[in-house]
C-alpha cells in the first residue's frame, strides 16, 4: 500500500533531550513537509523539501532541524532550544513542490515532552 | 498571523440536513483553496479544492463556493451523513508559492 507513515504515534522525552520523528512515504512524491498542529490553532509549516538534499525553513522553524538524504525520507528533529515542543507533528508529501498540488498527509506523533 | 479563519470552532446538524462551513481569509493574493477533513488520531485528507477563476466546485455531496470579494469560501455538505462528522480545515494558498496556508479547523458532528 503507498503512503506516508509516521512513527511512533505517541513520544514521550524528558525536556531538555532531543527527540528524532520518523516520516517516510513510498508515493515517490517529490516533496515533503513538516507541520504542527497546537490546539486551537491551524496547521503551522516547519520546514519543506522539495528535492533531495535541499529543504527550507517555513513559519516556525526554530528550535527544528530536518534532513533530506533519501527521497522517500524526511526526519524531523525537534531540538532542546525549542520551548514548546508538546505538540501533535504532522508529516506530508505532494507530487511536486508548489501550492498547487495536493498534500498527502501522515497519521501524526504526538510528541509530550515531560 | 492567521491569514485564514475559521471562525466556527464547531458544528452540529442532524442527518440529512445541510452543513456549511466557513472559512475567511486576509491575504488577497491567495488563489488556491483546498479542504481537508481530518478524523481523531489520524493526518487530514484532502476532500476539495477550488482554484480562483471558478466561484464554485462540486464533487458529489460536497460544494466548495469562493466569493473573491468578500474572502470568503464555504463548503456544503448535502445531505450531512453521520460519517461526515470530522474536524474540517481550509486552507489557502498563492499557486506560483511553495506552501499552504491553514485555517483552526472546524469540528462538524453530525447527529443521527
Known amino acids: 500500500d503507498g503512503g506516508i507513515t509516521q512513527s511512533p504515534k505517541y513520544l514521550f522525552r524528558k525536556e531538555g533531550q532531543n527527540v528524532t520523528l520518523s516520516c517516510e512515504q513510498n508515493l515517490n512524491h517529490d516533496a515533503m513537509y513538516w507541520y504542527r498542529q497546537d490546539p486551537g490553532q491551524g496547521l503551522r509549516l516547519i520546514y519543506y523539501s522539495q528535492i533531495v538534499n535541499d529543504f527550507q525553513k517555513g513559519d516556525i522553524a526554530e528550535g527544528y532541524s530536518v534532513s533530506r538524504e533519501k527521497k522517500e525520507s524526511f526526519p524531523l528533529t525537534v531540538t532542546s532550544a525549542q520551548k514548546n515542543p508538546t505538540a501533535f507533528y504532522l508529516c506530508a508529501s505532494s507530487p511536486l513542490a508548489g501550492a498547487f498540488n495536493e498534500q498527502f498527509f501522515g497519521p501524526g506523533t504526538r510528541l509530550t515532552v515531560l | 498571523d492567521q491569514q485564514v479563519k475559521q471562525n466556527s470552532p464547531s458544528l452540529s446538524v442532524q442527518e440529512g440536513r445541510i452543513s456549511i462551513l466557513n472559512c475567511d481569509y486576509t491575504n488577497s493574493m491567495f488563489d488556491y483553496f483546498l479542504w481537508y477533513k481530518k478524523y481523531p488520531a489520524e493526518g487530514p485528507t484532502f476532500l476539495i479544492s477550488i482554484s480562483s477563476i471558478k466561484d464554485k466546485n462540486e464533487d458529489g455531496r460536497f460544494t466548495v463556493f469562493l466569493n473573491k470579494s468578500a474572502k470568503h469560501l464555504s463548503l456544503h455538505i448535502v445531505p450531512s451523513q453521520p460519517g461526515d462528522s470530522a474536524v474540517y480545515f481550509c486552507?489557502?494558498?498563492?499557486?506560483?508559492?511553495?506552501?499552504?496556508?491553514f485555517g483552526t479547523g472546524t469540528s462538524l458532528t453530525v447527529i443521527p
Open positions: 486552507a489557502a494558498s498563492i499557486l506560483t508559492g511553495n506552501q499552504f496556508y
